[in-house]
């Protein structure tokens, strides 16, 4: 069945240093992406999404491009900040389908 | 902006008692959805609800689930008799079109369940 592996946290960075979180999927046909990210005491937010294959989704600095050889979705930003410390879920929607498979969060904390 | 707003934030409860968990999702979407997460582990999808029934729901939503929308506005999961393992963050969600067609699921903070 579909299925999300993400990178298992905490991570902890300091103030503009590069971030990568990874996500890999296994989903028949062609499944859309998605990066959602829940701030302290907030619900989840969609951050970015891709629908096909080399798409590359963006918002708030933060990219993933969707890569069908690798079956990867991986999250970077290159100069992360105090207020994006969060807990990222990568999340996929299968073909047809009408409801997400979520990972099972990281847990980001930036540092000044 | 609008949001979905759900109570209460925090419940703990014996095994054995029921739980409901309300949801007000945004007021013109028409999806509706219960996910969880154990601590640790995926969040999980549990139902979705459009039109007034279940349009889809997981193996874990077994008869001790139960969805309704009593009055139009408020989305409620009831648990009828709660296990040590359902405790868990659960999350409502709404979206506009199916599935979110573009994606989006709006999602509300969470209810945190502790049956003891």
């Known amino acids: 069945g579909d299925s999300v592996t993400q990178m298992e946290g905490p991570v902890t960075l300091s103030e503009e240093a590069f971030l990568t979180i990874n996500c890999t999927y296994t989903a028949t046909g062609y499944p859309s992406l998605f990066w959602y990210v829940q701030y302290p005491g907030e619900g989840l937010q969609l951050l970015l999404k891709?629908?096909?294959?080399?798409d590359k989704g963006s918002n708030k600095g933060f990219e993933a491009t969707y890569r069908k050889e690798t079956t990867s979705f991986h999250l970077e930003k290159g100069s992360v900040q105090v207020s994006d410390s969060a807990v990222y879920f990568c999340a996929l929607r299968g073909t047809g389908a009408n409801n997400l498979f979520f990972g099972t969060g990281t847990r980001l904390t930036v540092i000044p | 902006e609008p949001e979905v707003t759900q109570t209460p934030s925090h419940q703990v409860t014996q095994m054995g008692q029921e739980v409901i968990l309300r949801c007000v999702p945004i007021s013109n979407h028409l999806y509706f959805y219960w996910y969880r997460q154990i601590l640790g582990q995926k969040v999980e999808f549990l139902v979705s609800?459009?039109?007034?029934?279940?349009?889809?729901k997981s193996e874990i939503f077994d008869d001790q689930f139960s969805v309704e929308r009593p009055d139009g506005s408020n989305f409620t999961l009831k648990i009828r008799s709660t296990k040590l393992e359902d405790s868990a963050m659960y999350f409502c969600?709404?979206?506009?079109?199916?599935?979110?067609?573009?994606?989006?699921?709006?999602f509300g903070e969470g209810s945190r369940l502790t049956v003891l």
């Open positions: 969600a709404s979206s506009a079109l199916r599935g979110g067609s573009t994606g989006e699921l709006f």
């Open positions: 891709a629908t096909k294959a080399d």
């Open positions: 609800f459009y039109n007034n029934e279940i349009s889809e």
